[in-house]
């Protein structure tokens, strides 16, 4: 056989090892793909994973542990190499340190296919299964943008923004120059405007912001106040089937207006809104009627009635295009990791 094949058989056995289930075979083998240098980047490329983000013992874990060695030939195979490896390498330079790691010709083709698609985007589909997010009146862009403290805003579609702002790295620890300390930079992202077609809402078109860590951290309750007194009104919701656990939020002017929490005590806080006294008068059975006896206990049908329901659903259209910031003024929203979706 000749060395070449060798050598690629070999690899693919170690890459093969990196999924077993002893953590020591495991551990071995990532030492000797890694100890092979910059020859194992063209070995393990091929199985560089496209849009998702990268787990444990993966070719995205060797290329990353190789790191500046990687770095190099993945833009060599850039400039140079024919064939489908120069997607893989696109996509692997994008893993390893974001839109940094990418040079300016490239950088620039990623910004077109961006245009491209906001053009060809429709109907956007939300990740409900993501499970927390605020709303925002549209027209308070501006407000919530400084109320918030978001910095760098780059255009991106629904399905990009997404996937950064729940599946991927959405964080990245900023060291300050000054002193030991560091800071915690944060990705959001902000849908298009969503207008409801249902003309009973008080207000009928909304953006959502999505950021599981910005929100988890900062509480999505604070967050909705601080959007609240800029923006006017502002929600939070919540939905963890894992947990069986709902939530929502309501604050106006700063201040809770309602609330429900599965696991809060109470559970609700503030007078039951229009919507909730309309579910409990017209129960169509006992059974409706003592559900909704306190009021909604759910966050989807909170949204549905308040501002716009998660998920793609008929009464919803869109307008304009969603936005990609993050919460630190000097930290460029190109700086997080990972391949994402487009």
């Known amino acids: 056989m000749p060395d070449a094949d060798a050598a690629a058989s070999l690899t693919q056995d170690l890459f093969a090892d990196l999924s077993a289930t002893n953590r020591s075979t495991r551990e071995g083998a990532e030492d000797a793909l890694v100890a092979l240098g910059v020859e194992a980047v063209d070995h393990v490329l091929p199985y560089v994973r496209e849009g998702r983000p990268a787990g444990l013992g993966d070719a995205e874990g060797v290329l990353r542990r190789l790191g500046a060695v990687a770095k190099g030939r ?48 429709g109907a ?41 702002a729940t599946g991927f790295p959405d964080r990245v620890e900023v060291p300050n120059s000054a002193d030991s300390r560091r800071s915690t930079a ?41 959007l609240s007194r800029e923006c006017g009104e502002a929600h939070f919701y919540s939905a963890d089937p894992y947990n069986q656990a709902e939530c929502w939020y309501v604050s106006r002017a700063g201040r809770l207006v309602r609330s429900y929490g599965t696991y809060a005590d109470p559970q609700f806080a503030g007078e039951p809104l229009h919507f909730e006294v309309a579910y409990r008068n017209n129960a169509a059975t006992p059974r409706e009627a003592a559900e909704y006896a ?30 990609l910031a993050n919460t630190h003024p000097e930290v460029p929203t190109f700086r997080f990791s990972g391949a994402l979706p487009v």
């Open 74 to 121: 993945l833009r060599e195979i850039r400039r140079r190499v024919p064939g489908r490896l120069r997607r893989k390498a696109l996509v692997a330079l994008a893993a390893l340190g974001g839109g940094e790691g990418i040079e300016g010709a490239d950088l620039r083709a990623l910004e077109r296919l961006v245009r491209i698609r906001l053009l060809e985007e």
């Open 124 to 164: 956007v589909r939300l990740p409900a299964e993501a499970g927390r997010w605020l709303a925002f009146p549209a027209d308070r862009f501006d407000d919530a943008v400084s109320a918030l403290g978001l910095h760098d805003l780059r255009p991106a579609t629904t399905v990009t923004g997404a996937a950064a």
């Open 186 to 226: 944060y990705r959001v992202f902000v849908t298009p405007e969503l207008t409801s077609r249902r003309r009973t809402l008080p207000i009928r078109n909304w953006r959502l912001l999505w950021g599981n860590s910005f929100i988890d951290e900062l509480s999505g309750f604070t967050l909705a106040d601080r």
């Open 294 to 323: 306190d009021g909604c206990p759910y966050a989807s049908t909170a949204a549905r009635n308040l501002s716009v329901q998660c998920d793609f659903v008929p009464d919803i259209r869109t307008q304009g295009h969603g936005w």
